[in-house]
């Protein structure tokens, strides 16, 4: 399987409790990036990262919020005390750079967090 | 927030007809991309048009592009039942994040 891959598909948890996502993206691609998406909304963007550092954060990424790609391959996105608002699907992607700025972004199946 | 705007919010034909989504957004842009998504699932890239094109084709998929307008459409021909999906244009300016519309949510009825 070349697809980006997230783990777990589904996490349910109780407020106040932390959570890890990982996200592994394809193989050759060195830029990655999170999105969170609500019902009945397009993905809104988190943070990116080229290679292991990280580029750019939203302001959506509170100080709960933190996420790692440590060897420039996979990543983690970790909520910490999770409140009922951060339910969501939070979506990964990866791409490759190359000339000309057209890099497609292909997307993971997400994770669904459900906070009780 | 939001870059942009889909419009029409939802759309339902006939499987057969011609499906057209449009795009507004509110920045200057690198290059515009169109995203599907089944129900609950993740998205699939459908096709990426840059700031100097003005149409491309792949398949049965038309977009459009005009930046004076900031606007884009995307058009399905012959469309059928599977191409039931919520539809996202998304725009990436000079950086590498991706904005996204808020999504047409089309139904094809067999």
């Known amino acids: 399987d070349t697809g980006v891959s997230q783990n777990p598909r589904h996490k349910i948890t109780k407020r106040g409790q932390n959570v890890t996502f990982r996200c592994d993206p394809i193989?050759?691609?060195?830029?990655l990036y999170w999105y969170r998406q609500t019902l009945g909304q397009g993905p809104e963007f988190l943070t990116y990262f080229q290679n292991e550092a990280q580029l750019e954060k939203s302001r959506l990424l509170s100080d709960r919020f933190s996420a790692e790609r440590p060897k420039g391959s996979f990543s983690t996105l970790e909520i910490q005390r999770t409140e009922q608002g951060d339910s969501a699907m939070y979506l990964c992607?990866?791409?490759?750079?190359?000339?000309?700025?057209?890099?497609?972004?292909?997307f993971g199946p997400g994770t669904r967090l459900t906070v009780l | 927030s939001q870059q942009g705007e889909e419009d029409p919010q939802a759309l339902s034909i006939q499987e057969g007809e011609n499906a057209t989504m449009n795009c507004s957004y509110k920045?200057?842009?690198?290059?515009l991309q169109w995203y599907r998504q089944n129900s609950g699932r993740g998205l699939v890239h459908l096709i990426l048009i840059r700031s100097n094109e003005r149409e491309k084709h792949s398949g049965r998929l038309r977009v459009t592009l005009d930046t004076s307008k900031k606007s884009s459409s995307l058009l399905i021909t012959a469309s059928r039942a599977a191409d039931t999906a919520s539809y996202f244009c998304?725009?990436?300016?000079?950086?590498?994040?991706?904005?996204f519309g808020s999504g047409t949510r089309l139904l094809v009825r067999p």
């Open positions: 920045t200057s842009i690198n290059n």
């Open positions: 193989s050759e691609h060195n830029r």
């Open positions: 992607a990866s791409s490759y750079s190359r000339s000309g700025g057209a890099d497609e972004q292909f």
């Open positions: 998304a725009t990436r300016d000079s950086s590498y994040k991706l904005i």
